[in-house]
């Protein structure tokens, strides 16, 4: 039985963002993203992925770094 409104499952939520991902570095960092995630035993969603990125966006250290992730972030506000 379909339900309204009910929310897609995170795995597809996350398939998505990498089929956005245009460039093989956006993909490269999110898969660094999602390893990171499941090494450290958290769940996978777009919150803990957003959280990660925002993370790594506060540390960036060049121009590039900061545009590189301000995408990624962008991304996962997207639809």
Known sequence: MHRYG??????????????????LSQ??????????????????????????LVYRLEMAQTPEQDAHYRELVGMMFQR
């Open 27 to 52: 993909q490269e960092t999110l898969g660094e993203v999602v390893v990171e995630l499941l090494r450290e035993g958290q769940r996978l969603s777009r919150r803990s992925i957003c959280a990660k």
């Open 6 to 23: 009910s929310r897609p499952d995170a795995a597809s939520d996350i398939s998505r963002y990498f089929s956005k991902a245009v460039h």
